[in-house]
């Protein structure tokens, strides 16, 4: 039955036609978006990368957005898991090259890359380090696909060193065309833009750090002894020194207890 009304001719007053895709279609209905994280870094390996993917979709969960993990596997750990909030995470049978980064060779992770863009329906892709091999894949094959890409840098690295010229020269092809690039700290931008040639406008910084507010000490327990407090179990950034001091080991333990993370994409 037609509809009669102000517009005439069987229109509504204000109807309009668009056109419109399937994945557009999708993610009007749901008003969320589908997001896959990747990388080479995860757990059951440790670091601060590895955290960071692990928390940074729990938050995007809680605002009813859809996160998937793509890694390679570690171990005997392959296939598809699923971690806290029912949280997707693939482990991809890739081998591992070196310094658990996989080989990057771009096409015979394709099938794989593409079956899970499609069926997942994937919106935005996000990649995590520049030490990543999986990283640059993902980005690689998502553009290739018309996908929203993000890269987030979280270390530092020189112009030097041979192995510094290259992955400075990779990373200038892989972001070429990425839709934004996020870095954990203004000197890590810096740093990124110099050795990827970008332009600042696409680099926004969401500092990585602790919020010194949740850990403000107690007034009434001041005493003239000094604590020193350790972000990471890695010897660059302190463990030597629990080695020495008890309270020391008990205060990063401390820390990481009661440490939380509020993300905003």
């Known amino acids: 039955m037609a ?12 109807a309009t036609l668009s056109k419109v895709s399937p994945g557009s279609l999708y993610t009007r209905r749901t008003h969320t978006r589908n997001i896959c994280m990747a990388s080479d870094f995860f757990y059951p390996n ?21 996160v998937i993990i793509v890694i390679h596997a570690y171990g005997n750990r392959k296939g598809i898991r699923y971690l806290t909030n ?11 090259m070196y310094n658990q980064s996989m080989a990057m060779t771009l096409f015979h992770s394709l099938p794989l890359l593409k079956c899970i ?3 997942e ?12 091999a999986m990283a640059y894949d993902v ?6 696909m018309g996908l929203q890409t993000v890269l987030t840098d979280h270390p530092l690295s020189g112009f030097a060193k041979v192995h510094s010229v290259l992955t400075n020269k990779l990373l200038t092809v892989s972001l070429c065309d990425a839709s934004r690039i996020i870095c954990v700290s203004y000197t890590s931008k810096e740093n990124t833009v110099l050795r990827a040639a970008l332009i600042t406008e696409i680099v926004s910084v ?11 000490p107690d007034p009434f327990r001041r005493h003239d002894s000094i604590t020193i407090v350790v972000s990471r179990l890695v010897y660059r950034k302190g463990t030597n020194l629990i080695l020495k001091n008890d309270k020391i080991h008990k205060t990063y333990y401390f820390l990481k207890s009661n440490m939380s993370v509020n993300w905003l994409y």
């Open 3 to 14: 509809y009669k009304g102000e517009g005439g001719h069987g229109q509504p007053p204000s």
């Open 46 to 66: 440790m670091g601060g990368v590895e955290s960071h993917i692990y928390q940074l979709p729990q938050c995007l969960i809680g605002r009813g957005d859809k």
């Open 86 to 96: 029912d949280l997707k995470v693939y482990f991809l049978p890739l081998k591992v």
């Open 117 to 119: 863009f499609v069926q």
């Open 121 to 132: 329906r994937v919106t935005i892709i996000h990649s995590h380090s520049s030490f990543s």
């Open 139 to 144: 980005l690689f094959h998502a553009k290739t």
């Open 206 to 216: 969401i500092p990585n750090a602790v919020d010194p507010t949740d850990f403000t």
